[in-house]
């Protein structure tokens, strides 16, 4: 608390900028890897990685533009501030967040219904591994922006972040399973991820929702 009280705006501005900078370039490098090892393994988990990179992307962008936006000084419209639009990009998360729950899940029904094997999963495993470590360090650039600055959009953006990690490190696990003969370990670990997500998408709502009823509901100053 002590360092949030003693930020400047400009250097609040600053790391607020590099946090979703740093989210941004990561979630497009990741569309990339996973996109091919997709393409090439044919694996529905990857396809669950896959899509939630694409939403993160998304959300990143609605995270750039709502801190941007939030840190425009208080005006006759806004006299607190506009504060609530990181509040509104949490919310926007969690919609894409759940749509993409959704998706995965009636995709990862419809292989336990038609089983295919998977195909080239060592470059799968390889690429998953990758977006493991450059995970990890995105988590490690929010985490420290957040201690700085409390903000409430790259809180939850790195509570996404987290669960990327899950669904990375859960991907991995149901290549090796499938690489062994284990391929019906691909759809249920993808069911396993959806779920989670939609897990996510109700946390990240929920926090969202109670900051916006502070901010609408916060009585005017006294002049």
Not at 27 to 41: E, R, Y
Not at 67 to 83: I, N
Not at 87 to 94: E, K, P, S, T, Y
């Amino acid at each position: 608390m002590a360092e949030q009280e003693h930020l400047s705006p400009e250097r609040r501005a600053q790391l607020l900028r590099l946090a979703t900078g740093a989210s941004v370039t990561v979630a497009g490098v990741l569309i990339v890897g996973k996109l091919a090892a997709w393409l090439a393994t044919g694996s529905v988990t990857v396809l669950a990685s896959l899509v939630d990179s694409l939403m993160d992307a998304v959300a990143s962008l609605i995270n750039l533009i709502a801190v941007r936006y939030s840190l425009q000084p208080a005006d006759d419209d806004h006299r607190f501030g506009h504060g609530k639009a990181e509040a509104l990009a949490g919310l926007g998360q969690a919609t894409f967040i759940a749509g993409s729950a959704l998706f995965l899940l009636l995709e990862a029904v419809n292989r336990l219904v038609n089983p295919a094997p998977l195909e080239a999963v060592t470059a799968g495993i390889g690429v998953m591994a990758f977006a493991v470590v450059a995970t990890l360090v995105l988590l490690g650039i929010q985490r420290h922006v957040i201690r700085l600055t409390a903000s409430t959009a790259i809180k939850a953006d790195s509570l996404h972040g987290a669960t990327d990690l899950a669904t990375h490190l859960a991907t991995i696990v149901a290549l090796v399973l499938a690489s062994v003969g284990w391929t019906g370990a691909d759809p249920l670990f993808a069911l396993a991820i959806a779920i989670f997500i939609f897990y996510s998408a109700y946390d990240i709502g929920r926090e969202a929702v109670g900051l916006l009823k502070v901010r609408l509901f916060r009585p005017l100053p006294v002049e």
